[in-house]
């Protein structure tokens, strides 16, 4: 129930290996890159011990939290008639500051912060907010922003909210798998992931296949998703130079908060469908364009057999 929790033993080994260089841990809540998955309220603990002891910051990418507090009152023994709120409240106790990009749990869609204990570093950051950005009482946001932020934040941990927000994905999800979709199971909370490595067993990572999918998807149905997988994560071996693949080729269907309807979302499950059926008519793709960091945000590619979709 819990997919996103960190794993003790690899931080471990992490400070093993890289010691002083570790300038803080993060903890995202929920987690984005893999599948939009909770982080239990124990496992933040055990983190936040861990970290104390090494004597370095905790910090939380916190632009899910109203959501993972959630999962954590849903799913988590002795938090079933703790609110919300108060869980959210005991998750940001434990750490020493967060991120937070406010077009998420904040329901906005402008803005974000950045929240420290530490007086010091917060202090130079403001220094350097006021030459980039703005003064710190509204860091380069409109008045009409910073009342939304303020708002969103009240709202978002509505239970009432959550409980539709969060059910209304899990319904995309179950009508993408009962008709034989390959998604990541259980749902998170913000999106639907399609395993695009088990829906076009034929394109191989070299080919992209996820990214593959998603041009799919708008070409044949309008819907826009993003792809997590080789073009966003290959690493290249250091000895010889090759791919290294990464574990899942996943596309990330997200649903934007109070915006679409039942009937949107199955519309969305009715195009999964149809590329499924498809199969083999897929093509890969191959890049003709990248930069040296950060490529899958401004990479150009072209299928490699003329047309994504044969006819």
Same mark, same amino acid.
């Not at 939380?60 to 409240?89: H, L, S």
């Given at each position: 129930?819990?997919?996103?929790?960190?794993?003790?033993?690899?931080?471990?080994?992490?400070?093993?290996?890289?010691?002083?260089?570790?300038?803080?841990?993060?903890?995202?809540?929920?987690?984005?890159?893999?599948?939009?998955?909770?982080?239990?309220?124990?496992?933040?603990?055990?983190?936040?011990?861990?970290?104390?002891?090494?004597?370095?910051?905790?910090?939380?990418?916190?632009?899910?939290?109203?959501?993972?507090?959630?999962?954590?009152?849903?799913?988590?023994?002795?938090?079933?008639?703790?609110?919300?709120?108060?869980?959210?409240?005991?998750?940001?106790?434990?750490?020493?500051?967060?991120?937070?990009?406010?077009?998420?749990?904040?329901?906005?869609?402008?803005?974000?912060?950045?929240?420290?204990?530490?007086?010091?570093?917060?202090?130079?950051?403001?220094?350097?907010?006021?030459?980039?950005?703005?003064?710190?009482?509204?860091?380069?946001?409109?008045?009409?922003?910073?009342?939304?932020?303020?708002?969103?934040? %009240?709202? +978002?941990?509505? &239970?009432?909210? *959550? !409980?539709?927000?969060?059910?209304?994905?899990? /319904?995309?999800? =179950?009508?993408?798998?009962?008709?034989?979709?390959?998604?990541?199971?259980?749902?998170?909370?913000?999106?639907?992931?399609?395993?695009?490595?088990?829906?076009?067993?034929?394109?191989?990572?070299?080919?992209?296949?996820?990214?593959?999918?998603?041009?799919?998807?708008?070409?044949?149905?309008?819907?826009?998703?993003?792809?997590?997988?080789?073009?966003?994560?290959?690493?290249?071996?250091?000895?010889?130079?090759?791919?290294?693949?990464?574990?899942?080729?996943?596309?990330?269907?997200?649903?934007? %908060?109070? +915006?679409?309807? &039942?009937?949107? *979302? !199955?519309?969305?499950?009715?195009?999964?469908? /149809?590329?499924? =059926?498809?199969?083999?008519?897929?093509?890969?793709?191959?890049?003709?364009?990248?930069?040296?960091?950060?490529?899958?945000?401004?990479?150009?590619?072209?299928?490699?057999?003329?047309?994504?979709?044969?006819?």
């Amino acid at each position: 129930p819990f997919k996103g929790n960190m794993d003790l033993a690899k931080l471990d080994a992490a400070f093993g290996k890289y010691g002083k260089r570790i300038p803080f841990v993060m903890i995202t809540i929920t987690n984005n890159s893999g599948g939009g998955q909770p982080v239990s309220l124990a496992n933040i603990r055990e983190v936040s011990a861990y970290c104390r002891g090494k004597g370095v910051p905790l910090l939380f990418d916190a632009c899910r939290f109203a959501e993972n507090a959630w999962f954590i009152q849903q799913r988590e023994e002795g938090y079933a008639d703790v609110p919300v709120k108060e869980i959210a409240r005991e998750i940001f106790r434990l750490g020493d500051g967060c991120t937070m990009s406010a077009k998420k749990d904040a329901l906005v869609n402008m803005g974000g912060f950045l929240c420290l204990n530490d007086d010091r570093i917060a202090q130079e950051i403001t220094n350097l907010l006021i030459l980039i950005e703005g003064f710190r009482t509204y860091g380069g946001l409109s008045g009409r922003d910073l009342a939304a932020v303020a708002q969103g934040l %009240r709202e +978002v941990v509505e &239970e009432d909210y *959550l !409980a539709y927000r969060i059910g209304q994905v899990r /319904r995309m999800g =179950e009508l993408m798998s009962d008709r034989g979709v390959p998604i990541l199971q259980p749902v998170g909370g913000h999106a639907v992931f399609v395993d695009a490595k088990r829906m076009l067993p034929h394109i191989p990572q070299s080919r992209f296949p996820a990214q593959a999918l998603t041009c799919a998807l708008y070409l044949e149905g309008g819907v826009r998703g993003v792809e997590i997988g080789s073009l966003m994560f290959d690493l290249k071996d250091p000895d010889t130079g090759e791919p290294r693949h990464p574990a899942m080729e996943l596309v990330r269907l997200a649903v934007p %908060r109070r +915006v679409y309807t &039942e009937t949107h *979302l !199955a519309f969305v499950a009715d195009v999964c469908v /149809r590329l499924m =059926e498809m199969g083999p008519r897929l093509r890969g793709l191959e890049i003709i364009e990248q930069a040296p960091v950060l490529r899958h945000f401004t990479a150009r590619l072209r299928p490699v057999d003329g047309k994504l979709i044969e006819a």
